[in-house]
């Protein structure tokens, strides 16, 4: 059974950077794209960007300046880094799985972590 | 970025209910169209992929159906672990974007 779990920081300084790990088990991480979603408190789901196999990255052009994505394939992880943060920028943050058949279909889900944005 | 618009924002049914929730899309996305279930306080999960396929182990009273802009997600039998809100998805190209949700209550 694929499992996937978020871990970072909860509290992030406004204009620094937020750190996020995904740890995929159950799974070879280099056979799936990997995405990242937020969802700000009581708003909808936004796509952030996904990764594959570190050499096909693709993020929201709303954040592409600020996102950049890896794998470690080594320890079965994926990592997002979101820079120069704001208060905007307070979310749950979700990291999820390519379907496989094709890209964009986010079949398993972590359970999500909060990152707030604050001084 | 294409655009997905959801009707109604929320609703209101009563257990045994046939519930239809409707997703227009900015442009044609053919059938690259994903239904997400979130229950309060959870992960989303996906129940329809490509417009109307159901996922895995989700129940049956699920469907979807469209192409091109319209889209539709049925429930033919409400029942109340249903409660949750719903989003559409376009997964025919980057970025991803997702509709602003249906919230669906029982009465």
């Known amino acids: 059974q694929v499992q996937l779990q978020e871990s970072g920081p909860g509290l992030v300084k406004p204009s620094e950077t937020l750190s996020l790990t995904c740890t995929v088990s159950?799974?070879?991480?280099?056979?799936?794209?990997w995405s990242w979603i937020r969802q700000p408190p009581g708003k909808g789901l936004e796509w952030i960007g996904y990764?594959?196999?570190?050499?096909?990255?693709n993020s929201n052009p709303s954040l592409k300046s600020r996102v950049t994505l890896s794998v470690d394939t080594s320890k079965n992880q994926f990592s997002l880094k979101l820079s120069s943060v704001t208060a905007a920028d307070t979310a749950v943050y979700y990291c999820?799985?390519?379907?496989?058949?094709?890209?964009?279909?986010?079949?398993?889900w972590g359970q999500g972590t909060m990152v707030t944005v604050s001084s | 970025d294409i655009q997905m618009t959801q009707s109604p924002s929320s609703l209101s049914a009563s257990v045994g209910d046939r519930v239809t929730i409707t997703c227009r899309a900015s442009?044609?996305?053919?059938?690259?169209l994903n239904w997400y279930q979130q229950i309060p306080e959870k992960a989303p999960k996906l129940l329809i992929y490509?417009?109307?396929s159901l996922q895995s182990g989700v129940p049956s009273r699920f469907s979807g159906s469209g192409s091109g802009t319209d889209f539709t997600l049925t429930i033919s039998s409400l029942q109340p672990e249903d409660l949750a809100t719903y989003y559409c998805?376009?997964?025919?190209?980057?970025?991803?974007?997702f509709g602003q949700g249906t919230r669906l209550e029982i009465k």
């Open positions: 999820a799985r390519d379907v496989g058949a094709a890209i964009g279909i986010f079949d398993i």
């Open positions: 159950g799974d070879s991480i280099s056979s799936y794209y």
């Open positions: 990764i594959y196999n570190s050499r096909s990255t």
């Open positions: 442009q044609s996305i053919s059938i690259y």
């Open positions: 490509a417009a109307s």
């Open positions: 998805q376009q997964s025919y190209s980057p970025p991803f974007t």
